[in-house]
């Protein structure tokens, strides 16, 4: 598996060169309705509860200020202030985003609870004597733009009152310093530390920058609530600096806003994607459950025999750590491993992990899939393509990709497609789907990735034209997640509620490992190449990482650093 950056080519055509200003952006809404989900506790209810804190999604925005035309260019941002606020709630900062998107972001409001009552789902109380939300002392002003065409922009930072935290920025028309009643500051206790995320806006003409934030830390077991506001600076700001504005905090133990078991099973009938693969793709999934079936092997440190593995996966060793002593391989005989190296969709299904995200605003429904084998590598070098006899192959593949639902409203919010070793978040307005609200994903040929679109991603160099393709494209093969599904864990539902299956707490690795000799494949094609390109082409094969030079059997999904943390990006 390679964790080199991926970039597409397949075509995106745009209506607009970047000197022509982009319209203002346009509410997004999902291609079909949001059905009325199963009655449960607190899970699309519009409010969650935080502990001591009340907060309610904004999605409705007014145009505060547009910087498009800065500086010629019609990717800028528009700053927006939320509005529609519930009575009793109050507005914690404003919302910023890009142009050249549809309108589709949040802020959240808050207003503080009065205790503990039949209706609150927690059992949380602080024992200070401070009320959660106060007013600001002041403000800031961060920085102020010169343009006349579009009037002039004004950012402004909440000058909190002590032990309390600002929770976002301000943006005005206009030089006059915000009212303090426009906002409120968050008790100390009450948040928690965020980070810089992606870069909204960068000023040519001076060091102002504008991203949007998260939580510092992130995961299932982690109680960051993003606001959904943006930071702002005219000084270098690292990825990992504490900021000055903070995210809040849920201290609600109880999640009274996750969804329920059948909440679950009503979530994934609806927004189940659709995993089409390559039309030339022979290292197809199958079930687990086949796998085993069909002769596979678990093989122990020391001994040459691999042992027949039961259906369940009930003999596999369970629990302590990837040491090394066990290993699961395809059967013995050549006719069975080239059997069971094709796969099986009949019988394949995706297995489901239901875990809070962003502090349990959110519901991750990670969605991972098995292949008994990951085929050789497709080497792309200049107009060159070059199928790899064993280069990229190993036993066994465990991808997954990850639908991000709102917990506030039920709402397909973003998909994660794993690649590799990283992957990428995509917004549901970017997305394609298929039968309403399912999206589609890609998995490409032989490495079985993730992706949104079709097309060819390489893996490389992308100015030389180098690297390992991903090539992605619909099919007649593909399984659909709405229906071939098992949930296989939810671990805040409590014991009980979703029985593990036996194979998921085995922690070895689900394939042999074995090195090639002196990275004979790669020497023999460096070897073809004209001169004047072999020096650039060993220095790129030098960047691969070393499972490339090798088969790795990869660990199953439990030992994958986003089963309890947060997607890597």
Not at 15 to 33: A, I, K, N
């Amino acid at each position: 598996m390679l964790g080199c950056e991926c970039f597409c080519w397949h075509d995106k055509h745009s209506d607009y060169d970047e000197f022509t200003p982009l319209p203002q952006p346009q509410p997004f809404s999902l291609p079909s309705p949001i059905p009325d989900w199963p009655p449960g506790q607190g899970f699309a209810t519009g409010k969650i509860n935080l502990g001591e804190l009340e907060v309610v999604k904004i999605t409705k925005f007014e145009s505060v200020w547009s910087c498009d035309s800065l500086h010629g260019k019609a990717k800028g941002p528009t700053f927006y202030k939320p509005v529609g606020i519930p009575d009793g709630f109050f507005c914690l900062g404003y919302y910023c985003q890009p142009n050249d998107q549809p309108l589709r972001g949040y802020v959240l409001v808050a207003r503080e609870r009065e205790g503990s009552t039949p209706e609150v789902y927690r059992d949380y109380d602080s024992d200070s004597d401070f009320p959660a939300l106060k007013k600001p002392v002041n403000y800031s002003l961060i920085w102020s733009s010169d343009l006349d065409r579009n009037g002039c922009g004004f950012f402004w930072l909440p000058n909190a009152p002590m032990g309390y935290k600002a929770m976002g920025i301000l943006v005005t028309n206009t030089p006059e310093e915000p009212d303090d009643d426009e906002v409120r500051c968050v008790r100390e206790d009450l948040t928690e530390t965020c980070e810089i995320k992606d870069t909204i806006h960068v000023a040519s003409a001076d060091p102002f920058q504008v991203w949007n934030t998260r939580p510092c830390k992130r995961g299932m077991c982690c109680k960051g609530v993003s606001v959904g506001t943006f930071f702002c600076s005219t000084y270098f700001v690292s990825e990992n600096e504490e900021l000055e504005i903070a995210c809040l905090k849920n201290l609600d133990p109880t999640l009274h806003a996750m969804p329920d078991l059948n909440q679950i099973h009503a979530l994934i009938n609806h927004y189940g994607a659709t995993v089409f693969f390559h039309p030339d793709e022979d290292c197809l999934p199958s079930s687990v459950q086949w796998f085993f079936k069909n002769g596979a092997l678990l093989y122990e440190d020391g001994e040459l025999k691999g042992k027949s593995i039961d259906y369940r996966g009930s003999n596999l060793p369970s629990g302590g750590t990837n040491d090394g002593a066990f290993w699961i391989d395809l059967p013995g005989d050549n006719n069975g491993r080239d059997n069971v190296k094709k796969g099986n969709l009949e019988s394949a299904e995706l297995y489901v992990h239901v875990k809070p995200a962003v502090g349990g605003t959110f519901t991750d429904i990670v969605m991972w899939i098995f292949c008994p084998f990951n085929g050789p590598a497709n080497l792309k070098i200049g107009l060159m393509n070059i199928q790899m006899n064993k280069l990229g192959q190993h036993v066994s593949d465990w991808e997954h990709f990850t639908l991000r639902i709102s917990n506030f409203t039920g709402e397909l919010w973003q998909v994660y497609f794993s690649q590799h070793s990283g992957g990428e978040w995509v917004d549901a307005f970017d997305l394609e789907y298929i039968e309403g609200n399912k999206p589609i994903v890609y998995s490409s040929r032989h490495g079985h990735a993730s992706f949104p679109h079709p097309g060819t991603y390489l893996q490389g160099s992308v100015k030389l034209g180098i690297g390992i393709r991903n090539d992605a494209a619909r099919s007649k093969y593909f399984v659909d997640s709405s229906t071939r599904y098992k949930i296989i864990a939810a671990e805040y539902l409590g014991d009980g509620v979703v029985t593990e299956p036996c194979w998921l707490n085995y922690m070895r690795e689900w394939g042999p490992t074995i090195v090639y000799d002196s990275r004979s494949e790669l020497d023999r094609i460096i070897n073809m190449l004209p001169f004047f390109v072999r020096f650039s082409v060993e220095n790129i094969f030098d960047l691969f990482p070393t499972e490339l030079y090798g088969e790795e059997g990869p660990t199953g999904p439990k030992e994958k650093d986003n089963w309890e943390g947060d997607e890597r990006c």
